[in-house]
DNA sequence: CCCTGTGAAACAGTTCACAGCG
DNA sequence: CGCTGTGAACTGTTTCACAGGG
């Protein structure tokens, strides 16, 4: 079964908005009430639920218990796998904080800094290791996911070695483009590009606005 | 002139490897040369400079100071744009830390919170008013871009009232849904999402690598 | 009726392939 | 030749529109 960048995204959105709609005691939904929900359209939600193989019943639409279920066996973490975070300075506390919390469906298995002052010391609810022990530690506790919230000319080095240690994709808060191995997969966030991008479409449909 | 969201992006990347080009010594550059840095395809590059209505020579590439230009003239912020940003907790605190770097395109205008301990302090570079204040500071010095960086309950009050003040797009880093008016650009920045679409990524990857 | 499930159409974004030119 | 500029083909995603069913 193969499904989209975009349905994953989404399935995600579901499945936050299902988990309120049952807390609503609610026990089913239609099509178009979880499009209002996500922002999506009534066509599209029943796309997707086909692409992931789940019916629902005309009459009564989906049952939220059976489909959040499907979600998860879907997004589920499986057992062992986690995430290191490489980089443990502002950004990367505040993504630390994020996932200590208990509604975290992933966990942090390492966190890596180069500074001495945060090496060895628990930084935001996690130990952080230096990066020269991050194949060792990796050794032992493997992850699947890598974080790099590091400064630009250290990510190249710090990916190469994350995927050499086991890691199958990254979380890439860094402007540098990134070179790693087929089958790795990257998914880049940079920040002044986001700001950048709003800034120029904020503009430009204010300028639509008011030619209207 | 209507650029597609995607080459909104490309464009900031290829800009970065302009500079890079530039200070390298070369004057000119081909297609598939920027897509190399780029990692994108020379049909690509030459399709979106197309777009945005920049020819280069056969003979010689693209002329690579006129391309920066030509770039910096789409990207460049007007004259009053700026950015407000609300919550200055632990990742409010990385972006600010961000924008205040000489480096960055644009600035942050305004920075709130709602904690004692931060307003009227400066936090991180910034300047850090009380949220109560977020309507008369921005009458003041207007905002373009509002970034909220807020626990998830207080996203959406905080979103109409960024909008009411007249910004015009917004960069979301929590998991709501944020309702606004037609017009207004929202891109969405959900740090957890995010890592469940690259371990979901990571793992099927894996399995069909492991398959071969 | 008003739903779901789904072929088919429409659309958007990317890549191909080649004319035209120095 | 090798490059750009671009119509045309292609690929992936979204939307339409309707058969089928309680």
Redesign the pocket.
């Known amino acids: 079964m193969?499904i989209?960048?975009?349905?994953i995204e989404?399935l995600s959105g579901y499945r936050r908005h299902l988990r309120d709609w049952h807390a609503a005691g609610h026990a089913q939904?239609?099509?178009?009430?979880?499009a209002n929900l996500e922002g999506?359209?009534?066509?599209?939600?029943?796309?997707?639920?086909?692409t992931i193989?789940?019916?629902?019943?005309?009459?009564?639409?989906?049952d939220v218990v059976g489909l959040v279920g499907h979600i998860d066996e879907i997004l589920k973490p499986e057992a062992g796998e986690g995430i290191a975070l490489v980089g443990a300075g502002h950004l990367g506390g505040a993504i630390l904080d994020y996932f200590g919390g208990r509604h975290a469906e992933y966990h942090v298995v390492a966190a890596f800094d180069i500074q001495p002052d945060r090496v060895n010391r628990v930084v935001h609810g996690h130990r952080c290791y230096s990066v020269d022990e991050l194949e060792a530690v990796l050794a032992e506790t493997p992850a699947t996911v890598g974080i790099l919230t590091v400064p630009a000319e250290a990510a190249q080095p710090l990916a190469t070695r994350l995927v050499a240690a086991g890691v199958g994709g990254l979380v890439n808060f860094t402007a540098v483009r990134l070179q790693v191995p087929p089958g790795v997969y990257v998914e880049n966030v940079d920040i002044s590009l986001t700001v950048e991008k709003v800034a120029f479409f904020a503009r430009t449909q204010r300028t639509r606005r008011e030619a209207l």
Do not use: C, K, N, W
């Not at 939904?29 to 979880?34: C, D, G, K, Q, T």
């Not at 193989?53 to 989906?62: L, Q, V």
């Open positions: 193969v989209p960048d975009r349905v989404r939904i239609f099509s178009h009430e979880l999506a359209t009534p066509a599209q939600v029943r796309r997707d639920l086909m193989g789940y019916t629902g019943s005309p009459a009564r639409g989906y």
